[in-house]
């Protein structure tokens, strides 16, 4: 059973920057396509941007500013924020479709992280 543990959420000020990690067990990644979602409060869970074996995806919202990797050999899987904005602060998760495509609707993946906790505030 693949399991999903997202780090490197924290606080940190308009325009600074954080990297969030997503380690995977119990499975090798290199055959899903990963996803990373974000949930502020009192909103739905949107996605924000994923990767897998051949392309990556973006929202609008953050294109630009956050990009995604992966790194297979190690099972982890990457999110680089830059240029944070208040409107970033939300938790972030990770998830996993065992799937060659990449997509960013929240029903198309089975596997979730716990979430990290990114609050972008002076």
């Known amino acids: 059973q693949l399991q999903l543990v997202e780090s490197g959420g924290g606080l940190v000020q308009p325009g600074g920057s954080l990297s969030l990690s997503c380690a995977a067990s119990?499975?090798?990644?290199?055959?899903?396509?990963i996803a990373w979602f974000r949930q502020a409060p009192g909103k739905e869970r949107e996605g924000v941007s994923c990767?897998?074996?051949?392309?990556?995806n973006y929202a609008d919202s953050v294109k630009g500013r956050f990009t995604i990797s992966r790194d297979n050999a190690k099972n982890m899987v990457y999110l680089q924020m830059n240029s944070l904005k208040p409107e970033d602060t939300a938790v972030y998760y990770c998830?996993?479709?065992?799937?060659?495509?990449?997509?960013?609707?929240?029903?198309?993946?089975?596997?979730w992280g716990q979430g990290t906790q990114v609050t972008v505030s002076s």
């Open positions: 998830a996993a479709r065992p799937s060659w495509l990449c997509v960013l609707y929240r029903t198309a993946y089975a596997y």
């Open positions: 119990g499975s090798t990644l290199n055959t899903y396509a």
């Open positions: 990767i897998s074996s051949s392309s990556t």
